[in-house]
């Protein structure tokens, strides 16, 4: 378009026409060339800005790198810590759970010792409770033969007494009947 204007102006213009064309061309240019400057310039901000906004996205991300990376070390230590912890309580509770069957087994054990003792010295008592009735039975059996015996001896006696008195009691009657006899006929002799 500046060509072709300056094409016109050549064939068509006065000397100060063209004076003042060219003097618009200058300003035009220079306005041109300022419009450039500043768009260069702007470009340039903007690169810098765009630069710069990178620069601080990028610390921002390797910030929050660092900030990630701490708080996957802290989770990890406090994963660590809470398996610990549950393994720590787990082995306590073993412990505990070993302490707590094996005083249930010795007092188990305790139990059936004081039970099998008891029943020992049940069975012992009533054996003892047995041996003592038999003897007693057989003492009572002995002394009722020994008293069976004395009265056995005892009739015996009487009955060897009683023949005896019987004997002499008829010893008696003949001897008193043979007197009674002998005076009765001593009585009737005299007659």
């Not at 702007?42 to 990376?69: G, H, N, V």
């Not at 009657?173 to 002799?189: G, N, S, V």
Request: charged residues 60%; glycine residues 0%.
């Amino acid at each position: 378009i500046r060509l072709k204007k300056e094409a016109v102006v050549s064939t068509q213009s006065t000397g100060e026409e063209r004076e003042r064309l060219a003097k618009e061309r200058k300003e035009q240019e220079e306005r041109e060339r300022k419009e450039r400057e500043a768009k260069r310039e702007a470009d340039r901000l903007a690169r810098i800005q765009a630069r710069k906004d990178a620069e601080e996205q990028a610390e921002r991300d390797r910030l929050a790198a660092i900030e990630f990376e701490k708080q996957e070390k802290e989770r990890k230590r406090l994963e660590r810590i809470r398996k610990e912890k549950e393994e720590e309580e787990r082995i306590e509770f073993e412990r505990l759970e070993k302490i707590r069957l094996k005083k249930e087994a010795e007092e188990a054990e305790k139990r059936a010792i004081e039970e099998a003792k008891r029943r020992a010295i049940e069975e012992a008592e009533r054996k003892i409770r047995e041996e003592e009735e038999r003897i007693a039975r057989i003492e009572r059996e002995r002394l009722a033969a020994i008293e069976a015996e004395r009265l056995a001896k005892i009739r015996a006696e009487e009955e060897r007494l009683a023949a005896i008195q019987a004997e002499k009691d008829r010893i008696e009657a003949e001897r008193l009947a043979k007197i009674e006899a002998e005076r009765l006929a001593k009585e009737k002799a005299e007659r």
